[in-house]
């Protein structure tokens, strides 16, 4: 069965002309296939891979650029979906009332100081020291005998 290679989705046709892949681009003229036979030449094979090296390079640098550009609003756009998505199904979310939100606020301050050993950075004596993380924020250096 025929097909249109600009409507199947697969097709290097479809993906250029749907602006996915690059069109317009001089490091694609290389990839074009030479049908000239040349005499082998060590000096001209050793130019030759060295630049099909760094046309890769340039080539790979421009798509990663391309791609960039393409994808540049699509967070803007996911944001904005996902609150779309959160203002329609609001009543599916739970509720916390005043109340409930200040007592819980109340508890946290309450619970106990963490303490946690991180090994200190080496320091010039034998001493050994502990830091404790407080739970404002912030941590406590402790030296330990």
Same mark, same amino acid.
């Given at each position: 069965?025929?097909?249109?290679?600009?409507?199947?989705?697969?097709? %290097?046709?479809? *993906?250029?002309?749907?602006? &996915?892949? !690059?069109?317009?681009?001089?490091?694609?003229?290389? #990839? +074009?296939? /030479?049908?000239?036979?040349?005499?082998?030449?060590?000096?001209?094979?050793?130019?030759?891979?060295?630049?099909?090296?760094?046309?890769?390079?340039?080539?790979? %640098?421009?798509? *990663?650029?391309?791609?960039? &550009?393409? !994808?540049?609003?699509?967070?803007?756009?996911?944001? #904005? +979906?996902? /609150?779309?998505?959160?203002?329609?199904?609001?009543?599916?979310?739970?509720?916390?009332?005043?109340?409930?939100?200040?007592?819980?606020?109340?508890?946290?301050?309450?619970?106990?100081?963490?303490?946690?050993?991180?090994?200190?950075?080496?320091?010039?004596?034998?001493?050994?020291?502990?830091? /404790?993380?407080?739970?404002?924020?912030?941590?406590?250096?402790?030296?330990?005998?």
């Amino acid at each position: 069965m025929k097909r249109n290679p600009r409507k199947l989705k697969w097709t %290097k046709a479809f *993906r250029k002309a749907a602006g &996915k892949e !690059m069109i317009v681009d001089s490091t694609l003229a290389f #990839a +074009a296939r /030479r049908n000239i036979p040349v005499r082998y030449d060590r000096n001209l094979v050793a130019t030759t891979l060295k630049a099909m090296q760094r046309v890769s390079d340039i080539r790979a %640098k421009r798509e *990663r650029a391309f791609y960039k &550009k393409r !994808m540049a609003g699509n967070k803007e756009r996911e944001k #904005a +979906a996902n /609150r779309k998505l959160v203002a329609e199904n609001e009543h599916l979310l739970p509720r916390i009332r005043a109340s409930e939100k200040m007592q819980h606020e109340a508890e946290q301050p309450l619970t106990e100081e963490m303490t946690m050993e991180i090994p200190a950075q080496k320091v010039k004596r034998k001493q050994e020291t502990k830091q /404790r993380l407080l739970v404002g924020g912030g941590v406590e250096r402790m030296d330990v005998d």
